[in-house]
């Protein structure tokens, strides 16, 4: 688990703790780098959308990894097609993309959003 501060370098932050973390669980080159863009991209929807600390949580267990991070904003994500805006707005159809499944869960001050992957057991 890390907690980054609610601004632009967060994503690169948490690019950098979850290669750490990957590479000592020895997660293989093309599912660490799945995995490292989905924490990406869930940080900087985090980053411009909520307010406050965002924290990044992954967890292993058996042929299972989750990737779950909190932002204060308990507004639902929602995918949005990339006709929608090319450029932007894309991430949760990115981890959509790469990840087995994905979700969210929301409280009164704020949400987690999860991706989980399937890993080499």
């Known amino acids: ?45 985090a980053v411009e959308h909520g307010r406050g600390e965002v924290t990044v949580v992954l967890r292993q267990c058996e042929d299972r990894l989750t990737l779950r991070v909190w932002d204060s904003d ?25 990840s087995e499944a994905w979700g969210y869960e929301t409280g009164a001050d704020g949400k987690w959003v999860w991706a989980e992957f399937a890993v080499p057991g």
């Open 74 to 98: 308990a507004q639902v994500p929602v995918p949005r097609p990339a006709e929608q805006d090319p450029v932007r707005g894309n991430g949760l159809v990115i981890v959509e993309a790469l």
């Open 1 to 45: 688990m890390t907690r980054l501060p609610e601004d632009a370098p967060a994503a690169g932050q948490a690019r950098e703790f979850a290669t750490s973390a990957l590479q000592v669980w020895k997660i293989p080159d093309d599912t660490r780098d799945d995995i490292v863009l989905a924490a990406s991209e869930l940080v900087t929807n």
